[in-house]
């Protein structure tokens, strides 16, 4: 039975979600011995403008959204730094489908957060971000993950990228080009990986940093059980980070496989009330550490069904944020959001 929808008035940016279409994914047998991701994502191979307007027209005020970097879309043909190129011209479509207003007053995609690979040298990367902001202003910024693990079980099919990625002197040549557009950047990453994040923040004050899914916390292969004996780390780390002015933090991304909560893949699904008290501690620190002005809470859709659907998602926000003031509730939701990724109301 669906929940009824708290303060549906509330407006909200959902600073971070996907489009994608993954065509040829076959179905998974029942028993299949798969990495939990990946029964996720086989549950919606399918997510573009309807799927996502079935998911923010679903009760709560979401007035606008982020994409995030994916790999959707990217250019079959031309010079492989140019590639992510194509995921951003895809995604300005879909943002200037909804900009026309006939499907309502929501604004998708009105920030778009794409890819460069830091590594190709700083010319590429020029060539690169240059083709992104000549596709459209509504480009902010790039994610390029580091999230790495000596275990391949913690990521599964995301096991791609290489240890120390932002420490090494390659990647931060490229790094370095971001402030000069005045772009932002998105760090996915795995909670022992955050000291990478600090150090590389540090080095680079002048770009704006957002750490996506509060830095991962870890309950899967290695790490399971073991979550909550980590939570310490993790907290020393988060507070750490937040000594740093140019660094925000998306809250979200626990109902990840990753993170391996008691409600990722519970039957029947998890209420609110139970996912609001699995993520507390984490929502908490960040908060207290950040402080609201550099918080927001995200979607992460659609990878974050495999422990509720879109409406709970929200739900589960709201009933944390509870005792939250009036101010510190517009900037969770909307506020930060707004300023970190510049968006434009109209756009």
């Not at 140019?246 to 029947?268: I, Q, T, W, Y």
Request: proline share 9%; hydrophobic share 40%.
């Amino acid at each position: 039975m669906a929940e009824a929808i708290l303060e549906p008035g509330l407006p909200i940016v959902d600073p971070h979600h996907h489009l994608w279409h993954r065509l040829g994914a076959p179905p998974i047998p029942p028993g299949t011995d798969v990495h939990p991701f990946t029964t996720v994502v086989s549950r919606r191979p399918r997510y573009l403008l309807d799927e996502l307007l079935a998911d923010t027209t679903s009760g709560h005020n979401v007035i606008a959204t982020v994409f995030v970097q994916c790999g959707a879309m990217y250019r079959a043909d031309g010079p492989e730094h140019l590639k992510p190129v194509g995921e951003t011209e895809f995604v300005n479509g879909v943002a200037a489908m909804t900009a026309s207003g006939i499907y309502g007053p929501v604004r998708a995609c009105a920030g778009i957060v794409g890819h460069a690979d830091c590594t190709s040298g700083e010319k590429l990367v020029d060539e690169t971000l240059e083709a992104h902001l000549k596709v459209t202003d509504r480009f902010k910024g790039i994610r390029h993950s580091c999230s790495s693990d000596p275990d391949p079980r913690v990521l599964g099919p995301l096991a791609r990228q290489t240890p120390g990625l932002y420490l090494s002197d390659a990647f931060r040549a490229g790094y370095a080009r971001l402030s000069r557009y005045g772009l932002s950047f998105d760090a996915w990453l795995l909670e022992p990986q955050i000291p990478e994040l600090i150090d590389l923040a540090r080095r680079f004050p002048e770009t704006p940093v957002v750490l996506d899914h509060v830095g991962t916390p870890l309950g899967l292969g290695a790490y399971e059980g073991r979550r909550e004996k980590r939570f310490p780390t993790w907290r020393e780390n988060i507070r750490k980070l937040a000594q740093l002015p140019n660094v925000n933090v998306k809250l979200g991304g626990l109902a990840m496989a990753f993170c391996n909560f008691p409600s990722f893949l519970a039957d029947p699904p998890a209420p609110s009330t139970q996912l609001a008290a699995e993520w507390k501690p984490y929502l908490e620190t960040c908060i207290e550490a950040f402080g609201p002005g550099r918080c927001m809470f995200e979607s992460n859709f659609p990878v974050d069904l495999g422990s509720c659907d879109y409406a709970t998602l929200w739900n589960a926000f709201k009933v944390f944020a509870k005792g939250c003031s009036a101010d510190e509730k517009a900037d969770l939701f909307a506020g930060t959001a707004n300023r970190v990724y510049r968006l434009d109301p109209s756009n």
